[in-house]
Structures are given as C-alpha cells and as structure tokens.
C-alpha cells in the first residue's frame, strides 16, 4: 500500500511545482499505522483519496483539498478535542516550509479544520472535504457497521453506556441536518444509504435493533 500511496504523495507535491518535502511522508506513515488506529488509519486515507479521485473536478483548488486529506487526521488522539487544530497546524507548518505561499499554507489548514464537522461550511473546497470525509455513512453496509466497530475499538477506554450516549448524539447531529452533504454529487451517491445507516446505528445504539 505505502508504494502506491507515496507515488501519490509525490505527485501531488509535483502539482505545486516543488518536490515533496523529505521526511514527511514516512513521518505520516508512522502516524496513521499507530496501533490505537483501527479506522483512522491509511486505509482511510487511501478510500478518501479515492472518493475525491472521482469528484476532484468540484474543487477550486484540487491539490490543496488532496494535501488536505493526507493532513487531516495525522493528529489522532481520542483522549484530546483538539487533534483537527494540531493536525492543521502541521500542515500549515509543512506547506509554508516547503516554500509555497502564506495564502496556501492557510487555505489547507482551514480545509483540515473544517473536518470538525462542527458548523455549517461555507467554502466549496471545505465542504468537498467534508463530503469525503463522511463518505463512509454512505458506504455500503459491511464497510459502515466495521466503520463503526473500528470507531468503539479506538475509544475503548470509554465506558459503554456513555460511549453509546455520546455516539448517538453525534450520529443524531448529523440526521438532524437537511443534508448530510454539501455537493449534489455526493447526496445522489451517498445521501439516502447514510441515513438508513445512521437510522439503524442510533437504533442500536440505544439498545432497539429492532
């Protein structure tokens, strides 16, 4: 896998006109292959990328948002509320020294953030991010309800009962918007299966599987 994604890594560097900065990609490969990360992993990088191969041509500034991928999660702690901000930081860090300018180095730290999930997204490229980010609602239901398991088994360390107390208002959150996506693309491809899965889960989670 890492052959494949560091081919991507590179050339996705190549389309800012400098080379990838050393050391980073294996810095990200240790990050996301931490034993703690059973969802948040490269593999999710590897599925976000391929989501956004498909509706790249949606982004203003395509390369930024895929830089935004890699980034977006290099930050993972489920012990800390502020891994979004930290993983922005880096990437802003990396961009700004691998010479590209302030204004991109911005722009890719704000797309990362906008992974909260938190407030309504206003920019056409952060709400591209975010539409691939939650691509995995609309899965199919093999690769959701193992989404979910793997979300459990990275917050082991939270007691039952508060953990489904705390999941189901999250999943809540998100059923309760008019939209899960932004982008019309992803609603006709994702939008109807996420809420049947997220129905289900907020069923089972509250102990009616029914």
């Known amino acids: 896998m890492t052959g494949c994604l560091k081919d991507r890594w590179q ?8 080379e990838a900065p050393p050391s980073v990609f294996d810095e990200l490969v240790r990050a996301y292959s931490a034993a703690d990360r ?7 990088i590897e599925d ?11 982004a203003v500034h395509p390369e930024e948002v895929e830089l935004a991928i890699w980034f977006h999660d290099a930050v993972y702690d489920t012990h800390r509320d502020d891994n979004e901000q930290k993983s922005a930081d880096w990437a802003g860090e990396v961009v700004s020294q ?3 300018n302030e204004n991109a180095a911005a722009r890719v730290s704000a797309l990362i953030l906008a992974t909260r999930h938190l407030v309504d997204i ?6 591209l991010l975010a ?6 609602f609309g899965a199919n239901a093999d690769a959701f309800w193992r989404y979910e398991e793997n979300i459990r088994q990275e917050y082991a360390w939270v007691p039952e009962s508060v953990f489904r107390r705390k999941r189901g208002e999250i999943l809540c959150g998100f059923l309760s918007r008019p939209h899960i996506y932004y982008h019309e693309q992803y609603r ?11 129905k289900r889960a907020v069923m089972k989670l509250s102990g009616n599987s029914s």
Do not use: M, P
């Not at 539409?131 to 995995?136: G, H, K």
């Open 188 to 198: 006709d491809a994702f939008e109807r299966k996420a809420r049947l899965h997220l």
């Open 122 to 127: 206003g920019n056409a490229d952060a709400q």
């Open 48 to 58: 976000c990328l391929a989501v956004f191969t498909r509706t790249s041509s949606l």
């Open 98 to 100: 691998d010479g590209l």
């Open 131 to 136: 539409d691939v980010d939650l691509s995995i």
């Open 38 to 44: 059973f969802y948040h992993n490269l593999t999710h």
């Open 11 to 18: 050339e996705v560097w190549r389309k800012f006109h400098v």
